[in-house]
């Protein structure tokens, strides 16, 4: 439960601690003194969406901190832990601070978290239910989620088979309607990918084939200038003659050598330079080998070999030109339309595999969707016969609420079933939708009913109403007080309310009271018991604090209260 709330620069309110307890707090104050900032403050506890038009006019940013009681070793003390946040002696700081550009930050637990973790633990803390909550049940789904917790866990086991069994089902019938869709589109898609294929496989590129074409090309477009380049530098280095009868550089370097040789006993340092005359001849004998060899490799119909290396050259060019643009890319494109082309050639299994996993699906959504149905109604009846039971407590003793459910809709995320709550006002009419034939206080009554029941299945820690009374007076206003003291037996509850009748059930009271400089307004909560508190109430009934006739009124509210909550 929240134990304490605290605000500061929150709309109209300065700064605000609001004591809470376990029980029935009712919050009330004059018009325009900001008893909505309070459920607004929750809301940006819970989670909800921050504005900066909520931010007091002047301030940097507005802070809201709750303290709640939880249990220190419960789911939510282990999503506190997950966020690095800790509870202490069951103690849950959660705070939320929203500045005037738009920024907004969340602290669970003592440390900084996701605004999303504040959902997450909200929706375990809190069920809050505003003016904007009460028309929501008139729709469909409002009143298809309120039967659902009322079905509570049965419900849904099913509904988490249901849902798996239903999002399989609904993926494989889109892939099968897209490959039936597109099936003429990939078959002639399949058919210009395999032509393409085979014409890059006819020709088989090798990695690095092109640089090695055009070094190929280069040597042979130059083949006579090579050859005679190689055979001068070979007669140069070593030939039987030259053709000015000098002699070649191996006959010259081995000239050389003896003459060092002869006086080498004379001068011990001639020994490492005839050595080295002795080794330039063998790298020249070396050298000759080698280009005489060059030589013999040359190709004589050079002409005929470059030609071939065009064609080849020209053909890949082709190749890279259309299938992509270098001859990498061409490999990549005959790996990676490979794999293509067995997913295009394999749809006609994979539409058959389809069409099978989509008819066993459907029959699971189907035979589930059944389930649910099942649930629904019994749950339905029950929560029909409770609900026409508690409107006869809340001023409407001749109402009579059913639930309907039309099972004959096509499959959704939730089921087939169509859910509409009816009221039958009175004896004599027909039931009609609460959408259309509930009036606003029917409405409230309606919903705090359902909540009430809800609540034996469905317990949740704390209840939090914003005008749960709307266009309710008299004595329903006071059954709704004795309805909500009695919702408030087994979770905390919380009321906004303008109705001296529902104040006076409260075990706790807080005023939001409004103040002024003359220039600023700015309001503040205070704690009501004893005279404080008739005389509020007496505002509440009369717009006085001090009319007698009021205060005896209030008075008299709260022992009624007193005795009927004894």
């Keep these: 439960m929240i134990e304490e709330l605290g605000i500061r620069d929150l709309g109209v309110i300065a700064e605000a601690t609001l004591p809470l307890s376990a029980g029935f707090t009712a919050v009330t104050g004059e018009t325009g003194a900001g008893k909505t900032m309070v459920v607004t403050a929750l809301g940006l506890l819970l989670g909800a969406r921050a504005d900066t038009g909520a931010v007091r006019s002047g301030a940097r940013q507005a802070w809201v901190e709750g303290r709640w009681l939880v249990p220190d070793d419960g789911a939510i003390a282990e999503r506190v832990a997950e966020t690095g946040g800790e509870v202490e002696a069951g103690e849950l700081l959660l705070g939320r601070s929203v500045s005037a550009e738009g920024r907004s930050r ?63 089902w609904r993926a494989d019938s889109a892939e099968l309607d897209r490959l039936r869709e597109a099936h003429d589109a990939r078959a002639r898609e399949a058919q210009e990918l395999r032509e393409a294929l085979d014409e890059v496989e006819a020709a088989d590129p090798r990695p690095g084939e092109d640089v090695e074409l055009a070094e190929r090309a280069d040597r042979l477009s130059n083949l006579e200038d090579l050859r005679i380049a190689a055979a001068q530098a070979r007669a140069l280095v070593s030939a039987e003659d030259l053709t000015d009868g000098a002699p070649d550089a191996i006959a010259l370097v081995d000239s050389a050598r003896r003459h060092v040789e002869r006086v080498i006993d004379h001068d011990a ?133 059913s639930v309907s459910i039309d099972a004959e809709h096509e499959p959704t995320a939730h089921g087939r079933d169509q859910v509409a709550i009816l009221l039958q006002p009175h004896p004599g009419t027909e039931p009609r939708p609460v959408s259309r034939g509930a009036s606003g206080g029917e409405l409230s009554r309606v919903m705090l009913a359902i909540e009430v029941v809800i609540a034996g299945s469905d317990p949740v820690p704390t209840f939090v109403f914003d005008e749960v009374d709307a266009g309710v007076g008299g004595a329903a206003a006071i059954e709704i007080g004795r309805r909500l003291a009695r919702l408030a037996e087994r979770s905390q509850v919380i009321v906004v309310t303008h109705l001296a009748q529902v104040a006076a059930f409260a075990s706790n009271h807080l005023s939001v009271v409004k103040g002024t400089d003359g220039q600023v307004t700015s309001s503040s909560v205070r704690q009501l018991a004893g005279r404080e508190r008739e005389a509020e109430m007496a505002r509440l009934l009369s717009g006085l604090t001090d009319s007698e006739s009021g205060l005896a009124h209030a008075r008299e509210l709260l022992e009624i209260a007193s005795d009927r909550a004894a």
């Excluded at 996993?357 to 969707?369: C, I, K, Q, W, Y």
């Design 106 to 168: 969340a602290v669970v637990g003592g440390r900084s978290a996701p605004v999303g973790v504040l959902a997450e633990l909200g929706d375990e803390l809190v069920v809050v239910h505003g003016q904007a909550d009460q028309q929501r049940l008139r729709s469909a789904v409002a009143q298809r989620e309120a039967l659902d917790r009322f079905a509570g866990a049965p419900l849904q086991a099913v509904m988490a088979d249901y849902r798996e069994a239903f999002d399989a």
């Design 269 to 401: 340092e001639l020994a490492p330079m005839a050595e080295a005359l002795r080794s330039a001849g063998f790298l020249l004998a070396d050298a000759a080998t080698e280009l005489a060899g060059y030589l013999a490799g040359l190709d004589a119909d050079g002409v005929r070999e470059l030609e071939v290396v065009q064609e080849r050259r020209a053909l890949l060019t082709s190749l890279v030109r259309r299938h992509g643009g270098t001859l990498d890319e061409v490999l990549e494109f005959r790996r990676t339309g490979g794999l293509r082309l067995i997913e295009l050639d394999g749809d006609d299994e994979r539409i058959e595999v389809l069409e099978a996993s989509v008819a066993r699906l459907a029959g699971d959504v189907d035979r589930l969707a059944g389930r649910l149905t099942e649930l629904r109604t019994d749950a339905a009846e029950h929560l029909a016969a409770a609900v026409t039971a508690e409107l006869g407590a809340l001023a409407m003793p001749d109402a009579r609420l």
